[in-house]
């Protein structure tokens, strides 16, 4: 019946890939969503300029944390150089669902953490908003 | 001077022996509601967020723009006259709403954050000073917390807080503990926007004054739902929002005593609100219009009054006595009907207006709405403006569903068949 609530969105969401805490991470960023209460904390390990692991806690409705699990899925490995190139757009691309003008801050939680820790890591200067 | 007076309207019987509402007839009253959302009818349960209008309020703001619209007390000619009479008429029938004897007592703000913050600034500002307490709760709105917030990190003034229970209660032991710090003010909500708690207002005011205290009530989910007889609960400020009470958006209330307004310093500063003006000093206007600078949403004011009468002729006892019956049908269908939900606030309807929290675990309630949306459900999903409250019952965040006087038990079914799809949906 739904467009938004796709199996492959339920599955990320019900067994969400990169989620926990890493050992030896790099940089860790938490960040939150006023309107919902929703919390994310997201972690890197960089070796050698590469994202090594990834991974994140919090809770989230089903676009908060699908999405997550699909960034965390296409940053891992990846020099950070080329996670720097990601763009908001190439994460509603992973999403592949409509996301209303309501649900962006939701589907943009973990790519806003991540623009943090890029900027943390002298990666990606922040820009001033980043949603 | 402005006089105050109201223009003639219907005088109203008392309904006999509380015949209950009939909700369906109302809904007529209502034009919003006669459309259809995604296919299905449109079933509105976020009233506490704002209520829809009747349309003699949508009414009232076509005619007044239509035909008496000009800027009040100022023109000397017939469309002032009638906006200005339009205006302070209205501040009769809130009077009337209230039971407030004195019109002159009712100043009108934009929403229910205004009028605590006139409070704040006005009265906060010359009577707080280093080290005075003020007495909140748990499960304030923000709107009755971070502007006490602001004026304790001014003056350097502490802020305590009655806890709740699990269920959500105010526990009123600690109150008496705390009314021992000798606070200068304590404020708290009539009827709690997340949980339906109704606080026990009157005994708590009078606790308070016995400790020496003034109090203000943060009556936004109250005036909308339930009889308030500002006398009998002998507060000392009463706030209330006209949008959620089937008013216009932009119309508001802060009821206080004549003498606590009359020592208060003005809140802003401009036109209306003045006597005499010089180069270096002015003089204030007389209240209510000393708090009212600039020009007012007249229109919405007017609305407000409309909306007024229009409860006060649904009769208060009549919709509290509707929307207790509705909590008590939802408290009852939902566990039956959606097996595992989650239900927060006090269980007992009698204690409890018409707001109705839920959690349907392993779904996150952003996700609950947006399904509940497809089957034209219109229902709340966040923290409602109460973080800490949440925090305190450790929830990330809740849905809830709100009532007024155009909600059926139809509207309970339709939101209980909507989360049964939300399981299906998530296979929880
Ligand atoms: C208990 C309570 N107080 C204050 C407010 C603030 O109302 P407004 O936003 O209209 O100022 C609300 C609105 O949600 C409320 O529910």
Redesign the pocket.
């Known amino acids: 019946m739904d467009d938004l609530y796709r199996d492959y969105i339920l599955e990320h969401y019900r067994r969400p890939h990169n989620f926990g805490v890493l050992e030896t991470p790099t940089a860790t960023y938490e960040g939150s969503n006023p309107l919902c209460g929703d919390r994310i904390t997201m972690q890197l390990d960089v070796e050698d300029g590469v994202v090594r692991e990834v991974g994140f806690t919090g809770r989230g409705c089903a676009i908060s944390q699908a999405s997550a699990s699909l960034l965390t899925d296409e940053i891992k490995g990846k020099p950070l150089a080329d996670v720097s190139s990601f763009a908001a757009t190439d994460v509603l691309d992973l999403l592949g669902i409509e996301i209303s003008p309501a649900r962006l801050k939701c589907a943009m939680l973990s790519f806003d953490a991540l623009q943090h820790l890029l900027d943390e890591l002298g990666a990606k200067p922040l820009a001033n908003d980043p949603a | 001077m402005t006089t105050i007076e109201e223009r003639p309207v219907a005088t109203e019987t008392e309904a006999p022996a509380r015949a209950p509402l009939d909700a369906a007839a109302i809904r007529a009253d209502f034009p919003i509601l006669d459309q259809s959302v995604n296919g299905h009818r449109l079933v509105y349960l976020d009233s506490?967020?704002t209520s829809q209008k009747p349309r003699a309020v949508i009414d009232a703001l076509d005619a007044y723009y239509r035909q008496d619209n000009a800027n009040v007390h100022r023109g000397i000619y017939a469309l002032s006259e009638r906006a200005t009479a339009g205006y302070e008429g209205a501040r009769v029938k809130v009077a009337k709403l209230l039971n407030v004897n004195d019109p002159h007592e009712i100043i009108w703000t934009r929403?229910?954050?205004?009028s605590i913050n006139l409070v704040a600034y006005s009265w906060g500002r010359k009577h707080i000073s280093r080290g005075d307490v003020i007495v909140l709760t748990e499960m304030e709105?923000h709107?009755?917390l971070v502007p006490w917030q602001l004026l304790a990190q001014e003056k350097d003034a502490d802020l305590e807080f009655i806890p709740i229970t699990d269920d959500g209660v105010l526990r009123q032991d600690v109150f008496d503990v705390l009314l021992r710090l000798k606070p200068k003010l304590v404020a708290f909500?009539h009827?709690?926007?997340t949980l339906g708690t109704i606080n026990p207002v009157e005994d708590m005011t009078r606790r308070a004054h016995e400790a020496g205290a003034l109090v203000l009530i943060?009556g936004?989910?109250a005036v909308p739902h339930l009889p308030v007889d500002v006398q009998a609960i002998g507060a000392d400020f009463y706030a209330f929002?006209g949008?959620?009470a089937l008013g216009p958006t932009g119309s508001?209330v802060l009821w206080a005593r004549r003498e606590l307004l009359e020592a208060m310093p003005p809140f802003m500063g401009g036109g209306d609100m003045i006597r005499e003006v010089h180069l270096r000093r002015s003089d204030w206007n007389d209240i209510p219009w000393k708090f009212e600078a600039g020009t007012p949403d007249i229109a919405a004011q007017i609305g407000l009054g409309v909306a007024a009468d229009y409860l006060r002729d649904l009769g208060m006892d009549r919709l509290r006595d509707h929307e207790r019956d509705l909590v008590g049908y939802a408290l009852d269908v939902l566990p039956r009907e959606v097996p595992g939900i989650d239900l927060y606030g006090p269980m007992d309807p009698e204690i409890r207006g018409g707001v109705v929290p839920f959690n349907i675990p392993g779904v996150h309630p952003h996700d609950a709405a947006q399904v509940l949306d497809r089957f034209g459900v219109a229902v709340r999903a966040g923290h409602h403006?109460t973080m800490p409250l949440h925090e305190r019952l450790d929830l990330g965040a809740t849905a809830r569903a709100s009532f007024q006087c155009y909600t059926t038990r139809d509207d309970i079914d339709a939101l209980a068949n909507g989360l049964k799809e939300v399981q299906r949906l998530f296979g929880v």
């Open positions: 506490a967020a929403n229910a954050t205004e709105h709107a009755n909500t009827v709690s926007n943060d936004a989910q929002s949008h959620k508001g403006c």
